[in-house]
């Protein structure tokens, strides 16, 4: 008989951001402080009382991490670890489910990130025994473009002057044209405005290589960011920014991954499946495709899955106002044309979403973006045969987009959404497909979050929340029972 022996691993790293010398400015720490490891271990800390939970989702601005260690005294500065570790200091999650194979050493990257708030608890035990933990939590990558504020008052610091122009964002940051295509100006706005902010936060830390630049793997192509949209932005966060221009939700999405050469920022098409065939429904490039996560029935602690005709819709309309704003003669087409045919609005013919069976449901969404063949955002600086191939060209991307939501809602009724609780694997992430084979079937599951818990000298495991499951599309087409 094989038994299946599994021996989880993990490293949690903590790199000093933060070279305290002050209290307040003027008020000196203490000298025993100066000595202070720039890199702190903190994997003979971990609690086996609690969990390290590290948690990431597609859907969220940043994931998230949260570590509890035993309050024991560093020997550096012979205070506890909570004297230790301040805010904005980095943490840096390895875990593995087969740590044993190469003595402990092949713990994967997890999670990149930063200290948001250090925790100190003290208690008595119901044996009388006094309790002392740590507790950190924090958020990846992704806090940084949560952090970093644009907004353009008077006052404001850099520039005052520049930020109060009529193109305010383009003014202050520089290199940015006024029309530009959807990837360039998020690689741009990482360029121009996050990683010079990490690199400065670098060359200020205590320890090297604590900080490191986002890089990108921008897979959009074929569309472009109004001049006036980006222009306009009245303030908000870089990643309010980036997903209120990025079409970031219908069409596209947009997540901070971590990888071992470092955090990257994704941003590509939707890459969901057609329920009967597998085939991508937007552009999805050969080598970019998802990873894909093969498990079998024995790695499933449990699963809930469910099916609902929430998201059922048959009459789709696509908005790009943005761009069309002054094109009175787009509206008046778009008017005409559903008035003549309802066709590529109103879907009939179709049995998941047949009016006859679920009634007559609408799914509205506005693009804030363009086709790459657009000119002009119809702004009357244009006349005769340029402006009419701008508006042909605003038709075309309005129609191409309300046939993208058509496409990836229309089996929404046949496609599974829930949870799964997994034996610990670190391959298993946020923007992945899972693959189960469950008999004589193979279902795939798309990863939108997942979260790690690994207890220390206990048990690893994985929680995932997916959608776009093919159980019950693969159980119908089955020929067998």
């Not at 693959?435 to 990863?447: E, F, K, N, P, V």
Request: charged share 20%; aromatic share 10%.
């Amino acid at each position: 008989m094989q038994i299946d022996v599994r021996k989880p691993g993990i490293q949690v790293l903590l790199h000093k951001n933060i070279a305290r010398k002050t209290v307040n400015g003027s008020t000196p720490v203490s000298v025993r402080y100066a000595g202070q490891s720039s890199v702190v271990d903190l994997t003979p800390f971990l609690s086996e009382a609690n969990p390290v939970r590290v948690s990431k989702s597609v859907r969220e601005p940043a994931g998230t991490f949260s570590v509890a260690l035993a309050d024991k005294v560093d020997t550096d500065v012979l205070d506890s670890l909570y004297a230790v570790i301040e805010p904005m200091d980095s943490i840096v999650t390895r875990l593995s489910a087969w740590s044993h194979t190469t003595d402990g050493t092949n713990v994967q990257i997890m999670m990149r990130g930063f200290v948001s708030q250090v925790q100190r608890m003290e208690g008595m035990s119901a044996a009388g025994q006094p309790t002392r933990s740590v507790v950190i939590t924090g958020h990846d990558y992704g806090k940084i473009l949560q952090m970093m504020q644009i907004f353009f008052m008077p006052n404001a610091p850099e520039d005052a002057a520049a930020m109060i122009t009529s193109f305010p964002f383009f003014a202050k940051f520089g290199d940015f044209d006024n029309i530009m295509q959807a990837g360039p100006f998020v690689q741009a706005v990482f360029d121009k405005v996050v990683n010079p902010y990490l690199a400065n936060m670098s060359k200020n830390a205590a320890s090297t290589n604590a900080v490191m630049p986002i890089s990108t793997d921008v897979q959009v192509t074929g569309a472009q960011v109004s001049p006036f949209g980006v222009g306009s932005f009245d303030g908000g966060t870089v990643d309010a920014l980036v997903k209120s221009h990025g079409d970031i939700g219908p069409w596209n999405e947009f997540f901070i991954e971590d990888r071992e050469a470092g955090p990257f920022a994704v941003y590509r098409p939707n890459p969901f499946r057609e329920a009967a065939t597998g085939q991508y429904l937007m552009p999805v490039e050969a080598d970019k495709e998802p990873m894909i996560v093969d498990i079998d029935r024995g790695e499933v602690v449990s699963m809930t899955v469910s099916r609902t005709d929430a998201h059922v819709a048959n009459y789709y309309r696509a908005d790009c106002p943005r761009f069309v704003l002054n094109y009175d003669s787009t509206a008046r087409m778009l008017a005409f044309q559903s008035a003549q045919d309802s066709a590529p609005f109103y879907v009939r013919d179709y049995g998941n979403i047949d009016p006859a069976l679920y009634g007559v449901r609408k799914m509205e969404e506005t693009t804030q973006q363009a086709g790459i063949g657009e000119t002009s955002n119809g702004n009357g600086t244009q006349y005769g045969p340029r402006r009419d191939t701008s508006r042909n060209g605003a038709l075309d991307w309005i129609n191409s987009r309300r046939q993208q939501l058509l496409d990836q809602n229309k089996d929404n009724v046949v496609l599974e959404s829930g949870s799964m609780r997994l034996k610990g694997r670190e391959s298993i992430k946020a923007g992945r497909y899972l693959r189960l084979t469950h008999g004589a079937m193979q279902s795939d599951y798309y990863i939108v979050g997942g979260t790690h818990d690994f207890t220390p000298f206990g048990n690893y495991f994985t929680e995932v929340q997916f959608e776009r499951g093919t159980g019950f599309v693969d159980r119908i087409q089955s020929a067998g029972g």
